[in-house]
């Protein structure tokens, strides 16, 4: 599959933006869907993971309650909806795809095959 993120953009800190990923090909609906991201200067971390019906979200602690990762398989498309923005937030954001695998953590970068190229977000203060 191939995964297209879009949606960043510069906003400031309290301030909202919706991120959208979409994938390619008629098995997305099969893979669990992440979004990880990356500040300058650090390792890609994991923000969320999003099992293949939608039904389960797994968060990082410190994006728990601000942000809503979704997905509509019609479109083939996954959203991170990122609500009360913090400077922290700034990063580039990427989306990944991972065949469903009950061995290896929904974190783990690892069992993600797919990346899309990333979109920035840049919170101001």
Same mark, same amino acid.
């Given at each position: 599959?191939?995964?297209?993120?879009?949606?960043?953009?510069?906003?400031?800190?309290?301030?909202?933006?919706?991120?959208?990923?979409?994938?390619?090909?008629?098995?997305?609906?099969?893979?669990?869907?992440?979004?990880?991201?990356?500040?300058?200067?650090?390792?890609?971390?994991?923000?969320?993971?999003?099992?293949?019906?939608?039904?389960?979200?797994?968060?990082?602690? $410190? &994006?728990?309650? *601000?942000?809503? /990762?979704? =997905? %509509?398989?019609?479109?083939? @498309?996954?959203?991170?909806?990122?609500?009360?923005?913090?400077?922290?937030?700034?990063?580039?954001?990427?989306?990944?795809? $991972? &065949?469903?695998? *009950?061995?290896? /953590?929904? =974190? %783990?970068?690892?069992?993600? @095959?797919?990346?899309?190229?990333?979109?920035?977000?840049?919170?101001?203060?």
């Amino acid at each position: 599959v191939q995964l297209q993120a879009s949606g960043g953009g510069l906003v400031q800190a309290g301030g909202s933006l919706r991120l959208s990923c979409s994938g390619s090909g008629r098995t997305f609906s099969g893979y669990v869907m992440g979004w990880f991201r990356q500040a300058p200067g650090m390792e890609r971390e994991f923000v969320s993971s999003t099992t293949t019906n939608g039904d389960f979200t797994l968060y990082e602690e $410190s &994006v728990k309650g *601000r942000f809503t /990762s979704s =997905r %509509d398989n019609t479109k083939n @498309t996954l959203y991170l909806e990122m609500n009360n923005l913090k400077v922290e937030d700034t990063a580039v954001y990427y989306c990944a795809a $991972s &065949v469903p695998n *009950r061995y290896k /953590s929904l =974190r %783990d970068q690892d069992r993600y @095959t797919y990346w899309g190229q990333g979109t920035q977000v840049t919170v101001s203060s």
